[in-house]
Each structure stands twice: as C-alpha cells, then as structure tokens.
C-alpha cells in the first residue's frame, strides 16, 4: 500500500505561485494515473490535473493555462505548479494514486485507491 505525503501548501496573495509536492513511498510508474484534487470548504473534492505515466496530463477548465502538474520519477514525486492563483483556489489539496481512466471532470473520490492526507492552501484577495 503506497504512502502518499504532501507538502508546499500556503498563504498567498491573489496572482502568486505554490509548488505542491507528493512523495510516494512506492515507484510512481506503478500507478498508472495520480492526480491532485481539491476540496474547499463545504464543496465536494474535485480533481484539478491528473498524470499517466505515458507523458498525457489532464486539467480542469477552471485552471487550465495556470497550473501544470508533473512527475519526476527518479524521486517519487508529483508535482502541481500554480500559478495566477485566485482566492477560489483555496482549499486542501489531496494528491492520489491508482486513479480511474476517467475523464477528469467526471473523477470523484471513489475513483482514485489511495490519498495523501492533504496540504491547505490559502488565497487571499
């Protein structure tokens, strides 16, 4: 069962950037989609930007052009690279594992095996 931990959440201004980091405590190529999600308060966790191990990443509408997710291999990790951040993107940030090959509008929590125990961002206007 891989461990998934996350990191790089924060407080910024609105037009800022964050790098979130997972580290996996198993080879990441082993799970063929990961992805980060993102659960605001009182709203349902939604998936932001998935990757498969053949290169493909997937994002949401609502930060296409601003976020980029990336894997480096060689250390386990998954990356999510936000920029132009607004305050609706705050929320905790989940990284996940073993994810369904779902279009990712359509991804829900029960599509993905195993989370992180997630990391808080804050975007303040």
């Known amino acids: 069962q891989v461990q998934l931990v996350e990191s790089g959440g924060g407080s910024v201004q609105a037009g800022g950037s964050l790098r979130l980091s997972c580290v996996a405590s198993d080879y990441i190529n082993n799970y063929y989609r990961m992805g980060w999600f993102r659960q605001a308060a009182m709203k349902e966790r939604e998936a932001v930007a998935t990757?498969?191990?053949?290169?493909?990443?997937s994002y949401v509408d609502s930060v296409q052009g601003r976020f980029t997710i990336s894997r480096d291999n060689a250390k386990n990790t998954l990356y999510l690279e936000m920029s132009s951040l607004k305050p609706v993107d705050s929320a905790i940030y989940y990284c996940?594992?073993?994810?369904?090959?779902?279009?990712?509008?359509?991804?829900?929590?029960?599509?993905?095996?195993?989370w992180g125990q997630g990391t808080q961002v804050t975007v303040s206007s």
């Open positions: 996940a594992a073993l994810c369904a090959g779902k279009p990712i509008a359509t991804l829900t929590y029960t599509d993905c095996g195993y």
């Open positions: 990757s498969v191990t053949d290169g493909r990443v």
